[in-house]
């Protein structure tokens, strides 16, 4: 162990001829000096210095949140046709949709009579009502674009 405990501040760097036992520096001071040197390193400021509040205050500083304006970037304008065209996509499948389920419903009515004897003022009443909507779609379905193309 003669001599170890001499050179005790080994270089990080394992292929630096200081890094093998007995070759490293007397101080840490020393060492550091070596490193920031010879490879460049930027690790921590001399040993036991006091004034390590500098880098420290840098490192906790807060950036400042970079506002872009990412979340409020709008899409690139379509066109007004393409617009027109989304629209009335939706349009229609929202009507389909309520066209279906109302036929369905109509359909079920239809399905729970057995005969002509089953059927009521009420059935009559409840049918003229769902085929009128049905229709009432339609009639949608057909002009709902128009009035937004006119505006
Ligand atoms: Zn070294």
Redesign the pocket.
Known sequence: MHGHGARPNL???AD????SPGQGFPRRYN?FD??RR??GWQGEKDEGSADSSGSRKARTQKRKPITTSAKVEKKPKLSKAVQQQQQRERQRNALNKEWSTKKQSIAGLLASLNSLGDMNEDHNAQLHKDIEELFALREQYHSGIKEELAD
Do not use: D, I, K
Not at 16 to 19: A, G, I, L, N, Q
């Open positions: 270089c990080h760097y630096c001829e200081r890094s060492l070596h490193m010879v490879h």
